[in-house]
């Protein structure tokens, strides 16, 4: 089992910064990256970037390259989501999975995931 805690969330008006976290605990070894997602209200969850643990390779959406990072402290066991220019489509809750799938930004290749935490951007 991996568990997953996401911190970091909150109310920010557009056009600022907000970095997320993601702490994993437990078999974190059965992982060969992580991936933060998202899910706005009455819309289906998206991808929006992962990262290889040992590599630190990384892969995004579309929609968020050039405005987000995703970084990982090994030591830490700690996966960031960097967000920057945040808009007021950004406001959902983001969610961090762990999956053995690189790069993936299929939902159901994630096994593990955290219980989220709310990003909402105001004007």
């Known amino acids: 089992q991996v568990q997953l805690v996401e911190s970091g969330g909150g109310l920010v008006q557009a056009g600022v910064s907000l970095r997320l976290s993601c702490a994993a605990s437990g078999r974190t070894f059965s992982s060969d990256a992580m991936g933060w997602f998202r899910q706005a209200p009455g819309k289906e969850r998206e991808f929006v970037a992962a990262?290889?643990?040992?590599?630190?390779?990384?892969y995004y959406a579309g929609s968020v390259e050039g405005r987000f990072t995703v970084s990982r402290d090994n030591a830490k066991n700690t996966v960031y989501l960097q967000m920057n220019s945040l808009k007021l489509e950004d406001t959902a809750v983001y969610y961090c999975a762990a999956t053995r799938k690189f790069p993936s930004g299929w939902g159901p290749d994630y096994n593990y995931w955290g219980q989220g935490t709310q990003v909402t951007v105001s004007s």
């Open positions: 990262i290889r643990w040992n590599s630190g390779s990384t």
